[in-house]
């Protein structure tokens, strides 16, 4: 069940990616950022609401709180990041970096957790990952000149903060139902997301929003939720350095989502790259 959760988590991931990146054309990344945690949060509530988990709250440890919330600021600081990348670079570049967060974690797991089992598969699968990355960031081809290289260094930032994340909620889900959670640490992300817009004084754009811009938005908050459900269930049950593998692979439906509807293109080089990811997933997956 555990590893059918990554998978739907990687779908509804996928999804976001394009979903968000329609909804920044115009749109402050901040204010798009903040405007999903609100989505988000809504989604997650009517789930915790509809299996009931709310009156467990006052049954969490100080423990879990503190992991919980500590996640939820590496979750929030990681979208920031990774949704301003996405509004200066292309999809098919911005992504592959950001999901160099899969080898962070992995090496993470394996220190922190002890999933020592199946080591040299899941460090030839990690090695797989992080040459595949490599090959899409510098040979993908774009469709406009960025702004400068400054995607870049977003792109890595939110790499960094997301393995943090998977780490830091993998401790605090334990022992606490996994939407319940989810819900926790959306209400953190929110938290922060607001207070950045309100400190860059983007909150004047909120009047101004294009309509067309604003579906994209919700719907890919929509798609957020789903996500996080599935991944945090994947978390609190399964094995932190496989589900985050198979998550990660959320890149085969952002490659191709825009490739098909942002005309981003792809080289062979890059192509070949994606291929090795998916080698890397497989391999740490079916080895686990």
């Given at each position: 069940?555990?590893?059918?959760?990554?998978?739907?988590?990687?779908?509804?991931?996928?999804?976001?990616?394009i979903?968000?990146?329609?909804?920044?054309?115009?749109?402050?990344?901040?204010?798009?950022?903040?405007?999903?945690?609100?989505?988000?949060?809504?989604?997650?509530?009517?789930?915790?609401?509809?299996v009931?988990?709310?009156?467990?709250?006052?049954?969490?440890?100080?423990t879990?709180?503190?992991?919980?919330?500590?996640?939820?600021?590496?979750?929030?600081?990681?979208?920031?990041?990774?949704?301003k990348?996405?509004?200066?670079?292309?999809?098919?570049?911005?992504?592959?970096?950001?999901?160099?967060?899969t080898?962070?974690?992995?090496?993470?797991?394996?220190?922190?957790?002890?999933?020592?089992?199946?080591?040299?598969?899941?460090?030839?699968?990690?090695?797989?990952?992080?040459?595949?990355?490599?090959?899409?960031?510098?040979?993908?081809?774009?469709?406009?000149?960025?702004?400068?290289?400054?995607?870049?260094?977003?792109?890595?930032?939110?790499?960094?903060?997301a393995?943090?994340?998977?780490?830091?909620?993998?401790?605090?889900?334990?022992?606490?139902?996994?939407?319940?959670?989810?819900?926790?640490?959306?209400?953190?992300?929110?938290?922060?997301?607001?207070?950045?817009?309100?400190?860059?004084?983007?909150?004047k754009?909120?009047?101004?929003?294009?309509?067309?811009?604003?579906?994209?938005?919700?719907?890919?908050?929509?798609?957020?939720?789903?996500?996080?459900?599935?991944?945090?269930?994947?978390?609190?049950?399964?094995?932190?350095?496989?589900?985050?593998?198979?998550?990660?692979?959320?890149?085969?439906?952002?490659?191709?989502?825009?490739?098909?509807?942002?005309?981003?293109?792809?080289?062979?080089?890059?192509?070949?790259?994606?291929?090795?990811?998916?080698?890397?997933?497989?391999?740490?997956?079916?080895?686990?």
């Open positions: 069940m555990w590893i059918t959760a990554a998978v739907f988590s990687a779908v509804f991931a996928g999804l976001t990616a979903l968000a990146k329609c909804g920044i054309r115009k749109t402050s990344s901040s204010v798009a950022t903040a405007l999903r945690t609100v989505i988000v949060l809504i989604f997650s509530a009517i789930v915790v609401s509809i009931g988990s709310w009156n467990t709250l006052g049954q969490i440890s100080p879990s709180w503190l992991f919980l919330i500590l996640s939820g600021f590496a979750t929030g600081a990681s979208w920031i990041c990774y949704f990348a996405l509004s200066i670079g292309d999809v098919n570049k911005v992504a592959p970096i950001d999901k160099l967060s080898v962070i974690s992995v090496l993470l797991a394996i220190v922190i957790f002890g999933e020592t089992d199946n080591l040299i598969f899941k460090i030839v699968g990690v090695l797989l990952f992080g040459i595949g990355t490599y090959l899409m960031v510098e040979k993908a081809a774009t469709t406009k000149e960025p702004q400068g290289k400054s995607w870049i260094v977003y792109a890595l930032l939110a790499a960094i903060f393995a943090l994340t998977s780490v830091l909620a993998k401790i605090g889900i334990s022992g606490v139902e996994s939407n319940l959670a989810t819900a926790i640490r959306t209400v953190v992300v929110l938290a922060m997301a607001w207070a950045i817009v309100f400190m860059k004084g983007k909150h754009e909120l009047g101004e929003l294009d309509k067309k811009e604003l579906v994209f938005i919700v719907l890919s908050g929509i798609a957020t939720g789903a996500s996080w459900l599935f991944y945090y269930y994947a978390v609190q049950n399964g094995i932190l350095s496989v589900v985050i593998p198979i998550d990660k692979m959320s890149i085969l439906l952002t490659v191709l989502f825009s490739r098909v509807f942002l005309k981003e293109e792809l080289s062979r080089k890059a192509a070949f790259g994606l291929a090795l990811m998916l080698a890397g997933t497989l391999v740490i997956t079916f080895w686990k």
